[in-house]
């Protein structure tokens, strides 16, 4: 399993790559700040039985 994956952030549209903790559960949230424009995210994280690791964000 990865433990990387990228957000577009929903504020600048900038691809944003994070670390994916896998010791916290297949489904996690948490919010973040753009590193390119500022902007809190929410961050969603789904770990899926199959290793894939689905990740998205919304604006705060």
Aim: charged letters at 30%; a negative charge; one cysteine or more.
């Amino acid at each position: 399993m990865n433990d990387e994956a990228a957000y577009i952030c929903d504020a600048c549209g900038e691809e944003i790559v994070v670390p994916i903790d896998l010791t916290q559960g297949t489904s996690q949230g948490y919010v973040e700040d753009c590193p390119v424009c500022c902007r809190a995210n929410v961050i969603h994280v789904e770990l899926e039985r199959d290793g894939d690791v689905r990740v998205w964000a919304e604006a705060e």
